[in-house]
C-alpha cells in the first residue's frame, strides 16, 4: 500500500511571497503618500457639478540647527470666495485674512513665540479646518539636514 502523493503547488512559493512583499511595499508607499502630501477638504455638497467652498490648510514647521522655519499655506480650492477668513495659531494669536478668491493662495508666518501644535481655519459657509503642524522631509544637501 503506497501514501497518496502530494499535490504540486501552481505557483511556486518563491513567487507567492515576491508578490506578497510588492503588494506591502505597494501599501506602505501608498499610506506615505497620502500622509505627506495635504489634501483639500470640501465643504457643501456639489450642486450641478459645480463645487461651492473646497480649502487646502498646510501647516509646516522645519526645525534649522538654530532656529524653526514655519508657514501656513492657505489655499482656496473651490469655486466660491472665502469670506471672513480667520486663522488661529493657538495661544491666543490669529490673523484675519477677510476674503481669498478661488484659485488663490496665501502664506503666513506665525509668531515666533508660539508653541507651533496646530493650526485652525475657520470662514463662512461652515469652513473649520484643524491641522497639526507637519514636519516636511529633509532632502540630502537641503538646509537644516
Sequence with gaps: MTLPAKPKSNLPKKKILIGSGLGGLAVIVAVIIFLAFPSPTTYNEPEN??????????????????????????????????TNLTVDYGDGDRDFIGTLNPGKAIILSPPSDNPLQYVTVTADGGIYEFKAYREPVAMPGMMGS
Aim: with cysteine; proline share 6%; net charge neutral.
Design 49 to 82: 457639478g459645480v463645487c461651492c467652498y473646497s480649502i487646502m490648510v498646510d501647516p509646516t514647521k522645519e526645525q534649522q540647527s538654530l532656529f524653526v522655519i514655519a508657514r501656513v499655506l492657505v489655499q482656496n480650492t473651490g469655486t466660491q470666495p472665502l
